[in-house]
């Protein structure tokens, strides 16, 4: 059985906690491949909140095993909180969570790099969510990091004071003070909570899942504007989070790639510096803001909002061989007397259709077509036929212009407010 996929088209945010968790009731195995704590994934049912940030989000189905992934960095401090809020709620995260054992350990000098860093940069930063991503994954591609298998060797310590006392040479350089003595105790507190979970060799297990005919779900996380290659770099995150960045951190051939389902917003929003061609800087973008409640799961940190923008989604769905299209927040158009789309970029005098190399220091002029809105409250709608006419005017321009069908609509947070259009898998 083929692994699908499941990722973000924009710069994150798009939803994908909300809907791995749905579709989550249709396969055995939900399985993290990049990112790390940066993340945060949402899910609603049962009028409560969760938002995870290491661990997939099939992890509240009693039918689904969850993997964490080599692609993976984890923090154990944040982990181990993650874990112990499960298990307050009654989840058996012991029995459900597998954690590759060549996923590498954030440190929390990792943190404090990331910290001096950006701190350094200033104005230019690249607005990180300060989780110690980026450090960890040079020290993952620099042939210097802790991995999670390097916990049960007696050499660890060693290991673990040579690569700190690596970090505090390079912070001497930085005009940073930090203290590591308490965040140090509560992480190796966290490597010894770690030590009780299954640790494993992750890509043995998934291929023979594979071999098995078990059905297999890749959670991305971020979003493909946010790919460490494809991305606006270097307003990027550090990984690849792309259906590529599935085969490297999992371990799973492309030849075992299926479905890709490619999700994002009726609108577009970005958390963190970078371009945004479509930025909505006014009243409008204010409003989506309100209503969407656009602030950030893992930082709380207002996300800027604008227009949907159908070169970058194009751009996305040819890198990601997107082969099915997940539409979410529509009920947050709900009200908008008109609807823009930029279906095109003016860029050096000519129209294009596609993000150019370099729109960070030569913006793109967006080209919009301006769409009738609905004021029809879709919250708590239960069928795909009841959408107002605007809306499903809107879905074909869409479906139309990025050539790729959307098979889900999502109309609220909750596992239930989702409605299917001819998707593969249900109704
Ligand atoms: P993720 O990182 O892609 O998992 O997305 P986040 O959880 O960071 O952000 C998505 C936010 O939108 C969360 O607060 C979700 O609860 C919420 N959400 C998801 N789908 C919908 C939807 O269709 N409508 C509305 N109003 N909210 C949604
Ligand atoms: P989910 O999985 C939205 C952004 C940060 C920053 C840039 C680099 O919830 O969609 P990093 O901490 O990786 O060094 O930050 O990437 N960013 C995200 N934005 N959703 C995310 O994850 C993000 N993870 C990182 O805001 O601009
Ligand atoms: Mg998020």
């Known amino acids: 059985m083929a692994v699908d996929v499941l990722l973000g088209l924009q710069w994150g945010d798009e939803g994908k906690g909300k809907v791995v968790d749905v579709l989550s009731t249709d396969y055995n195995i939900i399985a993290r491949f990049q990112g790390g704590p940066n993340a945060g994934h949402s899910l609603e049912f049962n009028n409560i909140k969760h938002v995870l940030h290491t661990i997939p989000s099939g992890?509240?189905?009693d039918n689904c095993m969850n993997i964490i992934?080599?692609?993976v960095v984890i923090d154990p401090i944040i982990l181990k909180k993650e874990i112990v809020k499960l298990q307050e709620m009654g989840v058996d995260v012991h029995t459900k969570l597998f954690i590759s054992k060549k996923a590498h350990l954030i440190l929390p000098t990792h943190r404090f790099l990331d910290a001096a860093s950006e701190n350094a940069k200033g104005i230019e930063k690249i607005g990180s969510t300060l989780k110690g991503i980026g450090p960890t994954y040079m020290d993952k591609t620099g042939r210097n990091g802790l991995r999670v298998g390097d916990i049960f060797n007696e050499q660890f310590?060693?290991?673990?004071?040579?690569l700190v006392k690596k970090h505090q040479d390079i912070l001497s350089f930085y005009e940073y003070t930090y203290d590591l003595t308490d965040i140090q105790k509560e992480w190796f507190e966290g490597i010894e909570f770690l030590k009780t979970f299954s640790c494993i060799d992750a890509e043995h297990l998934l291929n023979k899942f594979i071999n098995d005919g078990k059905k297999i779900l890749a959670e991305g996380a971020q979003g493909s504007l946010l790919d460490i290659d494809f991305g606006s770099y270097p307003f990027v995150t550090s990984s690849n989070t792309i259906t590529a960045g599935a085969c490297t951190g999992l371990g799973i051939a492309p030849n075992k790639i299926g479905e890709v389902i490619g999700i994002f917003k009726a609108y577009s929003t970005r958390v963190g510096s970078g371009p945004f061609p479509t930025e909505l800087d006014d009243e409008i973008g204010n409003e989506l803001r309100r209503i969407g409640q656009e602030f950030g799961a893992t930082t709380g940190r207002p996300r800027r909002c604008g227009w949907i923008d159908l070169p970058a989604l194009r751009y996305a769905i040819m890198i990601n061989g997107v082969t099915q299209?997940?539409?979410t927040k529509a009920d947050v158009l709900s009200g908008f007397a008109t609807i823009k789309v930029c279906t095109d970029y003016l860029y050096?005098?000519?129209?294009?259709d596609f993000m150019p190399f370099d729109i960070v220091n030569?913006?793109?002029i967006p080209q919009y077509k301006t769409m009738k809105g609905w004021t029809k409250d879709l919250t708590t709608l239960t069928s795909i036929n009841d959408l107002p006419k605007e809306l499903n005017d809107y879905i074909i321009f869409l479906e139309e212009s990025l050539k790729t069908p959307i098979t889900i609509v999502s109309v609220g947070p909750d596992r239930n407010q989702t409605l299917f259009r001819n998707h593969i898998k249900k109704q």
């Open 348 to 352: 050096q005098n000519r129209m294009i």
């Open 362 to 364: 030569e913006p793109v």
């Open 59 to 61: 992890i509240f189905r």
């Open 69 to 71: 992934g080599n692609g």
């Open 325 to 327: 299209l997940v539409m």
């Open 157 to 162: 310590h060693t290991r673990y004071e040579f």
